[in-house]
């Protein structure tokens, strides 16, 4: 008896060690507000650093209403996202597109406005969870148990918008959502955005307005670019669903892919007057 209490008191002294081992090389789980830190020097090395670019943007598109065909469409466009001087010495990173192929063919006009299309993703995404947007925007650091060091750390926000901070909060309607951080370089790879009464299409004189809910959600990856590494989308899901007065309740789905990203520049040479480009 004494000899098995012996044998099972060394088993556990020597299952602490192992745990205490296991503990000094577990990295200490950094706090929400070294997060938030980390995050807001890396929003400020993309807005600093980043530059004009372009890359492929490939959407497939629908729209799905009660009794009317679904509406399914696949676009094909150049996507630029340019650095705009701004008077005050500031940069706005501007976005466009320009619409290349509709389900395969070459496309003939431009949309105005289409709600399955979405803006400002690459201009204020990584921006959602900041400490800029702390005044309007509440963070928790969400607790889980972590059984593997790749494993993200997840920071939930929600919008807090008043009168008085709402002009300078980065969303405007009352939203929710989460913001996975790879553990290794503190980068968000993927954001969540929730907001209930979304203003899918603006009203006209003609028309009311159709609000609803909208899931959002973006995935970001590395992609380097002029030597420097930044962390792009490379995915962009959203669902609308909503309706208004008379109107059947309609969905509208999103899902853009963002591959094959280059600098956007221009590069010149002068040739002697003697000689002529080449053909």
């Given amino acids: 008896m004494t000899s098995r209490t012996s044998s099972a008191a060394i088993s556990f002294v020597a299952l602490l060690a192992f745990s205490s081992a296991l503990s000094a090389q577990r990295p200490k789980t950094p706090t929400l507000g070294e997060i938030l830190d980390r995050l807001e020097a890396n929003l400020n090395y993309y807005d600093a650093r980043l530059p004009s670019l372009f890359c492929d943007e490939h959407v497939v598109s629908s729209q799905v209403e009660p009794g009317m065909r679904d509406l399914n469409t696949t676009t094909?466009?150049?996507?630029?996202?340019?650095?705009?001087?701004?008077?005050?010495?500031?940069?706005?990173?501007?976005?466009?597109?320009?619409i290349q192929y509709v389900d395969g063919k070459p496309a003939t006009s431009q949309p105005n406005y289409d709600p399955t299309m979405l803006s400002g993703a690459f201009e204020g995404g990584l921006a959602v969870?900041?400490?800029?947007?702390?005044?309007?925007?509440?963070?928790?650091?969400?607790?889980?148990h972590?059984?593997?060091?790749?494993?993200?750390?997840?920071?939930?926000?929600?919008?807090?918008?008043?009168?008085?901070?709402?002009?300078d909060c980065l969303l405007q309607e009352n939203s929710s959502g989460r913001a996975f951080i790879d553990p290794a370089s503190l980068q968000i790879t993927h954001l969540e955005l929730t907001t209930p009464h979304h203003l899918i299409i603006p009203g006209t004189p003609f028309i009311s307005p159709i609000k609803g809910k909208r899931v959002l959600s973006i995935d970001y990856a590395p992609v380097e670019l002029g030597g420097e590494t930044f962390w792009m989308p490379s995915t962009i899901t959203m669902r609308n669903v909503g309706g208004s007065?008379?109107?059947?309740?309609?969905?509208?789905?999103?899902?853009?892919?963002?591959?094959?990203?280059?600098?956007?520049?221009?590069?010149?040479?002068?040739?002697?007057g003697s000689k002529a480009p080449a053909p």
């Fill in 76 to 98: 094909d466009s150049v996507f630029r996202l340019k650095r705009v001087p701004r008077p005050d010495h500031t940069v706005s990173l501007t976005e466009s597109r320009e």
């Fill in 129 to 144: 969870v900041s400490r800029n947007q702390t005044p309007c925007t509440s963070y928790a650091l969400q607790t889980t």
């Fill in 146 to 167: 972590r059984e593997q060091l790749s494993e993200p750390y997840i920071v939930r926000f929600a919008t807090a918008l008043t009168s008085q901070n709402s002009a």
């Fill in 245 to 272: 007065g008379t109107f059947h309740m309609m969905v509208w789905s999103y899902k853009a892919t963002y591959r094959n990203y280059h600098l956007l520049e221009v590069t010149s040479r002068i040739l002697p």
